[in-house]
Nanobody
């Protein structure tokens, strides 16, 4: 069974930092483009970041560019999202996702990956 499990979420003050981790089980991430989506209450899901399977090419949503960094550790089957300078509008459930086909395989953030984590809540509030 293919699974992605996120960790590292929680409450952080505006301007603070947080690092999310996502561990894959049941498959290896080597051949997958992987990244993060988020969904805030009452809003549509948004593609946040992606890192390609080959070359480690990254893509970010304009809303997080310069503040968020995604990286991957294939040896440990893990992907990370380092978030800094957090704002209240970053509050959302964050989902890890992986793709071997379709637009997200090319790190197009509007794509629809075939493997999803269960999501983890990040709350930015004072």
């Amino acid at each position: 069974q293919l699974q992605l499990v996120e960790s590292g979420g929680g409450l952080v003050q505006p301007g603070g930092s947080l690092r999310l981790s996502c561990v894959a089980s049941g498959f290896t991430l080597d051949n997958y483009a992987i990244g993060w989506f988020r969904q805030a209450p009452g809003k549509e899901r948004e593609g946040v970041s992606c890192i390609s399977s080959v070359g480690g090419r990254t893509k970010y949503a304009n809303s997080v560019l310069g503040r968020f960094t995604t990286s991957r550790d294939n040896a440990n089957n893990t992907v990370f999202l380092q978030m800094s300078s957090l704002k209240a509008e970053d509050t959302a459930v964050y989902y890890c996702a992986a793709a071997t086909r379709g637009l997200f395989r090319l790190c197009v953030l509007s794509g629809d990956p075939e493997v999803w984590g269960q999501g983890i809540l990040v709350t930015v509030s004072s």
